[in-house]
């Protein structure tokens, strides 16, 4: 089963500087952070800030060669959770055909929010995820999850990139 989400924030992980996506299921009762690269974050951020730059940077590239394909991306689903690494999928329709395409969790967030599309996470991931990190060493990933799942809105906008 698939759970939606949003993305709640972007911000940087205290402990290691390193960019964090932070995904809240639309009831709010479900929190996953996941850890992205600096150029990704850049890519997600610039598009929540709707920030626009003279030419065409990757995630928009994207957009528009799906545009002019006459594809539309469904959904992107967080598919999977192995050693410490996210797997996801975009889901396009194109003439009527569902298409599955693998890609890294910042990549399939990035274009989400540029084709305005819902964003789901796997209950398996989320499952795994809250083991992970109660597998955790003290002051690791148990105390960051409490931390992040203890923000509010104000705090996000804070520690936003």
Request: glycine share 4%; charged share 30%.
């Amino acid at each position: 089963m698939e759970l939606e989400m949003k993305i709640r924030g972007l911000m940087m992980d205290p402990q290691t500087n390193n960019p964090i996506v932070v995904l809240k299921d639309v009831n709010g009762t479900a929190i996953l952070p996941i850890w992205v690269g600096i150029y990704e974050a850049s890519a997600i951020a610039s598009e929540i800030e709707k920030q626009a730059t003279p030419r065409p940077m990757t995630h928009d590239l994207i957009r528009n060669l799906l545009f002019g394909l006459e594809a539309a991306v469904k959904k992107i689903v967080v598919s999977d959770l192995r050693d410490d690494t996210f797997y996801a999928v975009i889901w396009l329709e194109r003439d009527g055909q569902m298409i599955s395409i693998d890609s890294r969790p910042s990549d399939a967030l990035a274009i989400a929010l540029r084709m305005d599309c819902p964003i789901y996470v796997d209950d398996a991931v989320l499952k795994t995820s809250r083991e992970n990190a109660s597998m955790a060493e003290v002051g690791n990933n148990e105390d960051l999850r409490k931390w992040l799942e203890s923000l509010s809105d104000e705090d996000l906008g804070r520690y936003k990139m």
